[in-house]
């Protein structure tokens, strides 16, 4: 059984700093290609970082320079650090894993059909106040 838990998440004031966790099991194939997304109340899901078995990385615009992924490989671990935190980055926070890294990428605001093949954690809620 494939299980993605998302931990971490908080509330937090502007300037602040989470690291959000993705724990996947079940799924050994998890460690080719996992992201984070989020979802704020009233708006679509949106990419937020990703990152694949090399080690390559993408960010949306809105977190470059602040979010940083990484990954344990050995663990099935991933992680989110996010730092200088808005209120605009409110929202709760999903990872998700895809069995390749063919693809492996978020690329503007909307959520690509690729991410729609793999499996998806409960998400985890961070709110910025400010």
């Known amino acids: 059984q494939v299980r993605l838990v998302e931990s971490g998440g908080g509330s937090v004031e502007t300037g602040g700093s989470l690291r959000l966790s993705c724990a996947a099991s079940?799924?050994?194939?998890?460690?080719?290609?996992m992201g984070w997304f989020r979802q704020a109340p009233g708006k679509e899901r949106e990419g937020v970082a990703s990152?694949?078995?090399?080690?390559?990385?993408t960010y949306a615009d809105s977190v470059k320079g602040r979010f940083t992924i990484s990954q344990d490989n050995a663990n099935y671990t991933r992680y989110l650090q996010m730092n200088s935190l808005k209120p605009e980055d409110t929202a709760k926070y999903y990872c998700?894993?895809?069995?390749?890294?063919?693809?492996?990428?978020?690329?503007?605001?909307?959520?690509?059909?690729?991410w729609g093949s793999g499996y998806w954690g409960p998400g985890t809620q961070v709110t910025v106040s400010s």
């Open positions: 079940g799924y050994t194939r998890s460690k080719y290609c």
């Open positions: 998700a894993t895809v069995g390749t890294r063919v693809g492996c990428a978020v690329v503007g605001p909307r959520v690509a059909p690729f």
């Open positions: 990152i694949d078995i090399d080690g390559k990385t």
